[in-house]
């Protein structure tokens, strides 16, 4: 666990140096997953104007949309905690329509609400298909992680 730990710290070091959502997002995901060795992570923005949730960043995929209550990241915004599933298609939540879309099988799947300084939602992670499924120490982690970068998004947020 303190090799996670480690890389967190590198990580939060370089992240000081990103200037933008659009350089942040994408180094942001690939440290998710490769901390907690998932095969896809997704960084979702929460529009509360809209009532959508995109993404800028979605490995191997375009922009992804949808609106804010539907789809398992849709869930976590209502519940406003994580969830942690390792059967994607058994979860009545899931949206079985953007695997379709993207030819993307998911499997299994992590996802964490991010909070802005005030508590209010601003966005989730999600994280896809980790070998042997996730548990309870990555759904830790990950829920830190999201704490742990959560700031940087926010400031990011406030300059679009």
Known sequence: MNDKYKKLSTFGRELLEKTSLVEGLP???FNAKEIIG??????FIYDKEENELWTTIADGVE???IPSDMG????IIRLKKPILENDAYGNPNFLSDVDIKT???TQ??????????QNEIIG???LLNKEGGFDKKDLDFITFFAHYVSSFIELELNYL
């Open 27 to 29: 180094f942001i995901s």
């Open 63 to 65: 922009k992804i949309v």
């Open 103 to 105: 030819g993307y099988y």
């Open 108 to 117: 299994n799947l992590l996802t964490s609400p991010i909070f802005d300084s």
């Open 38 to 43: 998932a095969d896809r992570c997704s960084v």
């Open 72 to 75: 398992i990241v849709g869930h």
């Open 124 to 126: 989730a992670f999600q």
